[in-house]
Every structure is written in structure tokens, then in C-alpha cells.
């Protein structure tokens, strides 16, 4: 029995699932939501403090966290997409190293 490390808080929360497990799409969509509320979220609440601090007009007050939001929330989406893609390409290839280690 192999003694698996434990993930950091971090790990466990964006990413819950088994190592060698093959994520769903109900699981990529909620690691992607996940992503989108971590990240995004809170750079467009600064976005929002800093257009009033600098005392900018309404309608920059209201384009500038929008556009922030857009364009975190495709980067960040993006960027877990690709990792859930990667992680069942990784997980499948060891299934299928280890189903032929298993036969020969």
C-alpha cells in the first residue's frame, strides 16, 4: 500500500478529487466554477475600489469591474479547462500502462 502525500488546503479545495481518477463534466464544470469565483471575484471588487478612489466616471466605475470579471473569468476558466484535460489524459495513460504491466 503506497502512502499518498496529503494536499494542502488549496489542492483540496480547487481540486477534491482522487489523483488517478478521470474527472467527469458535472466535475470539470464544477472545478471551473470554482476557479471563477476564487479568482475573478475578488480582482473585480478591487477593480471596483480602485475606478471609485480614483474618483472616475459612472460609466468607467461600471465598464471597468465588468471588463475584469470577462476577462479573469475566461483566463481562469481557460486555464482549469486545460487542467482537467490534462489530468484525464495523464490518468488514462496510466490506466492503460498499468492494465499492460497487468497482462504481461
Not at 481540486?15 to 476564487?38: H, N, S, V
Not at 472616475?56 to 475566461?74: E, Q
Request: net charge positive; proline share 6%; aromatic share 10%.
Amino acid at each position: 500500500m503506497q502512502n499518498r502525500p496529503r494536499k494542502s488546503l488549496l489542492g483540496s479545495v480547487f481540486f477534491p478529487f482522487e489523483d488517478d481518477q478521470i474527472i467527469t463534466g458535472k466535475q470539470e464544470a464544477i472545478l471551473i466554477f470554482r476557479l471563477i469565483l476564487f479568482f475573478p471575484v475578488p480582482m473585480t471588487l478591487l477593480a471596483l475600489i480602485w475606478a471609485i478612489i480614483v474618483n472616475a466616471p459612472l460609466s468607467r466605475i461600471i465598464l471597468i469591474p465588468v471588463i475584469v470579471f470577462v476577462v479573469t473569468s475566461l483566463l481562469f476558466g481557460i486555464q482549469a479547462w486545460f487542467i482537467t484535460k490534462l489530468s484525464n489524459q495523464s490518468n488514462r495513460l496510466r490506466q492503460e500502462n498499468a492494465q499492460k504491466s497487468q497482462q504481461q
